[in-house]
């Protein structure tokens, strides 16, 4: 499909920089294809969903993964920042680079400041360029490996924020608890799963008394979330694998609620992805862990997801196409023009979304 089909124009009033207070009491655009759109509040989520309705959520937790680092080649230094996006071993990350034309492989990086003193070593962490991909993807091999090395990146990193928030101003202290979920569990993630920003206990609460059940999911969001769609037609854009998992037991809770006749609501685009990723032809869930690459465009035939709950996503992006697919073109063309005249506010820090599938 042509890309340029899923543009639109965005006032940048449009654009939330930082999320209201409380949580749930952010707008949420409920998206019906056969009755149409209806204007509510998040914390109105129980009375839309039915007793027996289940919702994935997923708990992966953001790490501070914004490197800023030193290229030192023989006497020659240069600056890089490093955007890591997916981990693939105990000392090896993949990330973007920038400038990434100032990186050659063999090159080393150097993190932290060298005028620390070294009595912890920790305040200093070096690596290795292996591979140069394209877009300025790059693999890099670290000095600590394992939980070191984890503890060093969360000593030197910075909260990776959206590009379009961390461009308008900078990231401070707030930003901290802000940009997690509540249930955030496992450290892996680069970018939050920003659907999920919207819950809080008190709305957890009132969901149990509705008899709505919720599981918890892992994929761990790469910055590819962030990467413009640069072809002109879909069949041309790579998607960046990202990896997640989806237990026995979790799989097994969910197949058991749907031939209850219960429905199963993502709690954002992470969440669907994963579970279209482990879903089987006949529509049910098999437990699931590796990568998944999946590129979700209109056609798509969806097999295990009914509702999906999403914030709102930008022009050309692949996650505005995963919506029109869930919802149709049509229909999400004119939610969005609906949401934009109406002053929803969009992206991470913004307002939701409830689409029942078309």
Known sequence: ?????????????????????????????????????????????????????????????????????????????????????KREGADHWRAFARPAKKLHVGDRIRFGDPSESTACELVRLDAEVVEKGEGGDVALRFSFAGAFLDEAIARLGELPLPPYIAGKRPTDDKDLSDYQTVYAKDEGAVAAPTAGLHFTDGLFRRLDERGVARHFVTLHVGAGTFLPVKADDTDEHRMHAEWGSVSEETARALNEARARGGRIVAVGTTSLRLLESAAREDGSIAPFSGDTAIFITPGYRFKAVDVLMTNFHLPRSTLFMLVSAFAGLDCMRGAYAHAIETGYRFYSYGDASLLFRR
Do not use: C, W
């Open 1 to 85: 499909m042509r890309v340029d089909l899923f543009d639109f124009d965005l006032p940048e009033t449009n654009i939330a920089l930082r999320p209201v207070e409380p949580r749930d009491a952010a707008r949420m655009l409920v998206v019906r294809p056969e009755t149409g759109l209806e204007d509510r509040i998040v914390r109105d989520l129980p009375d839309l969903l039915q007793p027996g309705d289940v919702l994935v959520l997923n708990n992966t937790k953001v790490i501070p993964s914004r490197l800023y680092g030193l290229r030192v080649r023989e006497e020659n230094a240069a600056r890089v920042e490093i955007m890591l996006h």
